[in-house]
C-alpha cells in the first residue's frame, strides 16, 4: 500500500523567509503532483513532475523530485501572504498498478500560514 | 474554457436520507473521478471511470454509495443512506486520457453535512 506522508502538516513562517515542504513516498513511482488549497476553495495545480531529478519553478515556489529517495521538495523562496494555503503532494501509480485505483494518493497537506 | 462543474456546492441533510451529487468534467475529458476529502486531510479517491466504465471502484463503500456516468460525459454520486461519517467535501477530477497519463483538474467541490 502506497503511503505519502508531508512534512511538516503545520508551519507558520514570516515574510520574507525561505523553508521547504517535503513529501515521502513508500512506493516507486516518477509521477508526482503538487497541489494548492485555499480555504473552502479545490485543488489547483501547482507541478507536475514526472522524472527523476525534475525541478520546476513558478514565482517563489520550487519543486524537485527524486525518485532514488522517493521524495519531492516544494521550497518556498522569501515567502509573501498571498501563499498562505494548504500543499498537498500526490503520487500516481496507475502506471506501475496495471490501472488499480492508486491514479492519485496524496499526502495530509501541509498547512502553511505566512506573517507579515 | 470552462473547468470541471459540480452541483450543488452545499448541502445539508439529516442522517439516512439520500443525496445525490453531479458533476461535469472539462470538455473533451475521457477520464472522471471521485474523491471523498475529510477535514484537515488529502482527498481519498472512491472510484475512477474512463469513459462511461468504472475501471475502478474498490475504494467506493458500496453499500450505501453508488455512482453512474451514463453516456460518458457527466457523473453522479449518490449515498443512499447518508450517515454521519458522510461528513466531508466530495471533489470531482477529470483528465484528457487515461490515469496516470494526464494531469487531473479538480472541481470545487460539494461540501456535505449529515445532522
Known amino acids: 500500500e502506497l503511503k505519502v506522508e508531508q512534512n511538516p502538516l503545520f508551519l507558520s513562517m514570516q515574510e520574507g523567509k525561505n523553508y521547504t515542504i517535503y513529501c515521502n513516498y513508500s512506493?516507486?513511482?516518477?509521477?508526482l503532483y503538487w497541489y494548492r488549497q485555499d480555504p473552502g476553495k479545490s485543488l489547483e495545480s501547482l507541478f507536475v513532475?514526472?522524472?527523476?531529478?525534475a525541478v520546476k519553478q513558478e514565482g517563489r515556489l520550487m519543486a524537485s523530485l527524486d525518485t532514488k529517495a522517493r521524495l519531492s521538495t516544494l521550497h518556498i523562496t522569501a515567502a509573501v501572504h498571498d501563499l498562505s494555503a494548504t500543499y498537498f503532494c500526490?503520487?500516481?501509480?496507475?502506471?506501475?498498478?496495471?490501472?488499480?485505483?492508486?491514479?492519485?494518493?496524496f499526502g495530509k497537506g501541509t498547512h502553511l500560514i505566512i506573517q507579515p | 474554457e470552462a473547468g470541471v462543474v459540480q452541483s450543488p456546492r452545499y448541502k445539508i441533510i439529516e442522517k439516512k436520507q439520500p443525496v445525490a451529487f453531479w458533476c461535469n468534467p472539462i470538455s473533451g475529458h475521457n477520464t472522471l473521478y471521485w474523491y471523498l476529502q475529510n477535514l484537515g486531510q488529502g482527498p481519498e479517491l472512491l472510484i475512477r471511470y474512463e469513459n462511461e466504465e468504472a475501471v475502478d471502484d474498490s475504494q467506493l463503500p458500496k453499500d450505501r454509495f453508488s455512482a453512474e456516468r451514463l453516456k460518458g460525459v457527466d457523473s453522479t454520486l449518490k449515498i443512499q443512506p447518508a450517515e454521519l461519517g458522510d461528513s466531508a467535501v466530495y471533489l470531482c477530477?477529470?483528465?484528457?486520457?487515461?490515469?496516470?497519463?494526464?494531469?487531473?483538474?479538480f472541481g470545487p467541490g460539494t461540501r456535505l453535512t449529515v445532522l
Open positions: 477530477a477529470s483528465s484528457f486520457g487515461l490515469a496516470g497519463v494526464d494531469e487531473q483538474f
Open positions: 512506493t516507486t513511482s516518477d509521477r
Open positions: 500526490a503520487v500516481d501509480l496507475s502506471m506501475y498498478s496495471g490501472g488499480g485505483a492508486d491514479g492519485l494518493t
Open positions: 513532475l514526472l522524472s527523476n531529478g
